[in-house]
């Protein structure tokens, strides 16, 4: 076969592969200035992410020495070409859990309590006592993963929506997975993370304190730090994120109801930010006694070391306190590093998808 025949043959699949190549990326959307170091490094970390065709926004925090920045990349909403701010709302999924143990350190707090109160002693008298070789579950073992529970109820896939798994768990049927639960593990004794001890924790909030989880959020945390963009309550008028795929598909959002204490919070960069001041600066906060308490560390093993829901990290040879969420169409993650007076929040509205490896590769660079 001639070289003329060849380049015949092989031509149109050159074309074809530049074409799809070209179709898998879209034009970079950003609000980045690229003027400062940390500027041009924040681009080089996520441009490549950014421009894939199925990527629909980023928002990154930076709080430095109290000095606050932040990038948006991509769409708060594919198709309008509205880049996200600060004040672009996410889901955070997972980092809910932070605002849980805050609240019920608060609420322990008001009804002079320790976190080593048993949590049958606040749960209804119908739940049997959650004991395992003659340890009690307490609020501590909630709040850091080592209540023996499991992630989830045993049931909990059948009567799941795959888009909106939670929606039909109301509290009702948190509290007939307690009845029936058997404990992994002793209590105190293993880390085993669990939305259901987590969700148990939120139902003790509400119960204990006669209001709905959002409103306690609201009135004890919101408005004390001054977190305007930060609810558990999807009542949004503007610039709120639609959630997609890790195919750039729409999604819906989660409905948590009986788990509004592992993931229904939403929130913003700027008020995340503000938020791990408090935990930065624990002695100006509002709140200080308790974002004292909150970091310090109530488990740890020869893999983790864990306060209430947050989990230590090491980075580069730097403490940070981290944690990380997860939707249907978002991820979230926070990373607070007290030596160096530093938190990074990464929110992105793509569930499980490449954000982590992004979202990770960051706090790497920045934390030094």
Known sequence: MNSKKLKLIFLPVILLLLACKKDNTQPLL???PLKTEQDLLVNETVKAYAEKKTTAGLSIGILRNNEQQQYGYGEVIKGLKMIPDENTAFEIGSITK????????????????TIDEPANNLLPASIPLLIKNGKKVTIKHLLNHTSGLPRLPINFGKESDS????KNQDSSKVYEA???ANLISDPGEKFEYSNLGMAVAGLI???????????????????PLGLTRTK??????ENLAKGYTEKGKETPYWD????????????????LLNYSKSILNSDNSSKSAIFKKVKEVTFSSSDYKIASAWFYLTINGVECLVHDGGTGGF????????????????LANNGWDNAATVANELASRLIR
């Open 30 to 32: 950003t609000n980045n």
């Open 98 to 113: 932070t605002f849980t143990a805050v609240m019920m350190l608060n609420l322990l707090s008001s009804l002079n309590l």
């Open 163 to 166: 888009q909106n798994p939670y």
């Open 178 to 180: 307690l009845k029936t």
């Open 205 to 223: 909030i509400e119960r204990k304190s006669g209001k709905s989880y959002s409103d306690y959020l609201k009135e004890n945390v919101c408005t």
């Open 232 to 237: 558990a309550i999807r009542d949004f008028n």
């Open 256 to 271: 948590l109801a009986g788990y509004a204490g592992a993931g229904s919070i939403y929130s913003t960069t700027k008020d």
């Open 331 to 346: 991820r979230s993650f926070i990373y607070i590093a007290p030596s160096k007076n530093l938190s990074i929040v990464v």
